[in-house]
Nanobody, 127 residues
Framework: QVQLVESGGGLVQAGDSLRLSCAAR????????MGWFRQAPGKEREFVAA????????YYTDSVKGRFTISRDNAENTMYLQMNSLKPEDTAVYYC????????????????????WGRGTQVTVSP
């Protein structure tokens, strides 16, 4: 079992920045590829960014490329999402997810591929 707890959400204005954190407890964090997803009201959960076990491979959905940066600190069992130049359309509940994998440099973008999920943190961007 892996427990994931997100933090860092809040209410900001368009153009502002936020950094989300995902703290993991339980089994060895470095054995899991990680991802960020988000869900806006009335919409399905969508992929935002992913990072491999080693941190050497990252992947982003097109709408956040150049604005968001995913990273991880395996020594601190924590993953981050730095979000810059936020837009109202980024408003959503953001979830972190973990996938056990034997591959050190693969990332995963489908919700069905992940084994564990956090409860989410709300990000609201006003115009």
């Amino acid at each position: 079992q892996v427990q994931l707890v997100e933090s860092g959400g809040g209410l900001v204005q368009a153009g502002d920045s936020l950094r989300l954190s995902c703290a993991a407890r339980g089994r060895t964090f470095s054995l899991y590829a990680m991802g960020w997803f988000r869900q806006a009201p009335g919409k399905e959960r969508e992929f935002v960014a992913a990072i491999s076990r080693s941190g050497g491979s990252t992947y982003y959905t097109d709408s956040v490329k150049g604005r968001f940066t995913i990273s991880r600190d395996n020594a601190e069992n924590t993953m981050y999402l730095q979000m810059n130049s936020l837009k109202p359309e980024d408003t959503a509940v953001y979830y972190c997810a973990a996938k056990f994998t034997l591959y050190t440099d693969r990332h995963y973008s489908a919700t069905s591929e992940y084994d564990y999920w956090g409860r989410g943190t709300q990000v609201t961007v006003s115009p």
